[in-house]
């Protein structure tokens, strides 16, 4: 395989690792939140995170694009931290991402903590556990198998990413050249037997996550 | 400090009011009888913390847990309460041990009251503490929940129907446990049943709910014997009597002692001298003017008639009968009242056919 193929999976699967992380730490309890709450914002804030699954990819882009520029409230914001602008950057990545891969965590997620029901949580309740105690000792071990399937979903989504990195990220190799992105210069420069390689290798690490994912799912006992 | 359980509150929603002004005593079990969407879960939740109605007050042995008037409210997790659900309730992602330990490990240690080893054994569940509660039956799985609840040092115990979702096999497992922990523990205890049963077996105290009111409450005996209960409580009338065994016959029968007389039961274990609580069903009481010697029924006490009242089926009225201070319920019809010329006062005989030993 050549190094630039090398250097492009290496970096999709730092770019996917680094937005699951970040996704699982603040879909979390977003997660938590739209299971739980009442508020009349429910609904709102649920469409909002389910957007990117039905947005085509260079909407979202364009946007943020927008946002992240020179002339954008998050540019500017970035600009004055020292940051510089994030578009054509792996950080820019990374926020697109993150967008993204969303609805693919958070669901997941949220669906485990409506699932567990409010009897095990009040049943904490009454053994003495506070609701922060509760959160961690019982509504998060129960969710696991949501947590567990929201995380290889973000992974492998970002993984799968190409749209919105051609929108924010460009194709800058060792920086925003994903593996995707790299998949399609091979095909513009005819280099099928190379294109092969990385699209065949895509196509089975998506297969084999979700059997993973399937396989679990079937064996899982239902909760007592 | 003031002893007793005492809860205050009203909840209104659709097609539902619960209106309670409750004072129980601060000791021993009490039940709280009604059917469904009588409002005694309610009541429980409310005494646990885990629903606040507006304006409410509940306090249980001198601590306040609630008072609105002061806004002041003990979040569940702060109230020396254990709580047994109707349902199994275990954490499935814990075994047995991690289940009974959750509640013990989140008690200060000067706070404890219970040994973990001591209450296995008192349930009977030491050798189950390896295994997931998804490997217990249904009778199991409520002993260890008791158990987790039993942990938290409560200094009452809230118990929700729990045996309801059980089979009455697994019913007649548990209940000697209750009683156990009812002899053994200085514990309060408060029991939601709709099952007269358990309600009879189990209970000092008795609070009948009804539409969301409370219709009758006091010590078990007084209200059992009382002519205005409401639904199962009225079509079964049932009276509760404590007895001694007196002496074990050579013809198969046990002589009980009660304070009325004496009673012949088929054959018991217990030695003599044993306490036991029996169960008396008004429709197996009859009554007559003078002794019976011609007849096949054997327990035949003396009596006096109380008070006698109308009942929901056509022709059948119930008398409340005294003997030696324990209350009888006789439910006879209409038409032999009459030719009994049966009033308060008059002395009778009532015969028992049939009595059940609660323990």
Known sequence: ?224 | MEQGIFARFRVDRDHFALDLDLSLPGSGITALFGHSGSGKTTCLRVLAGLERPSGGYCAVNGEIWQDDAKRLFVPPHRRAIGVVFQESSLFAHLDVRGNIEFGARRVPVAERRFRLDEVCELLGISHLLARSPLALSGGERQRVAIARALLTAPRLLLLDEPLAALDPQRKAEILPYLERLHRELALPMLYVSHSPDEVARLADHLVVLEGGRCVASGPLKHVLGRLDLPGALADDAAVVIDATVAEHAADGLTRLHFAGGEIHVSQRSEPPGTALRCHIHARDVSLALVPQTQSSILNCVAATVCELAETATPGHILVRLESGGETLLARITRRSANALALQPGQPVRAQIKAVALLA
């Open chain 1, 1 to 224: 395989m050549a190094p630039e193929d090398l250097a492009a999976i290496w970096l999709t699967l730092k770019l996917a690792s680094v937005v699951t992380l970040l996704l699982l730490l603040f879909g979390t309890p977003l997660a938590w939140w739209l299971a739980r709450t009442r508020s009349r914002l429910k609904p709102v804030i649920g469409a909002v995170v389910a957007l990117p699954l039905v947005l085509p990819p260079t909407v979202l882009g364009f946007y943020l694009l927008l946002a992240m520029g020179p002339q954008g409230w998050v540019g500017q914001l970035t600009q004055s931290l020292g940051l510089g602008l994030l578009p054509f950057t792996f950080g820019g990545l990374v926020v697109a991402s993150v967008f993204y891969s969303l609805p693919f965590v958070v669901q997941p997620i949220q669906n485990a903590f409506e699932a567990i029901g409010e009897r095990p949580l009040e049943v904490a309740a009454t053994l003495r556990a506070s609701p922060w105690d509760t959160f961690w000792s019982v509504a998060l071990p129960l969710a696991r198998p949501g947590l567990f399937a929201g995380a290889v979903l973000g992974f492998a989504h970002t993984v799968g990413e190409f749209g919105i990195v051609l929108m924010i990220g460009g194709n800058i190799p060792q920086q925003t050249r994903l593996v995707s992105v790299q998949i399609y210069d091979h095909v513009e420069a005819l280099e099928y037997t190379q294109a092969h390689t990385l699209a065949a290798g895509m196509l089975v690490f998506s297969f084999v996550v979700l059997l993973a994912l399937y396989t679990l799912n079937r064996q899982r006992r239902p909760l007592a």
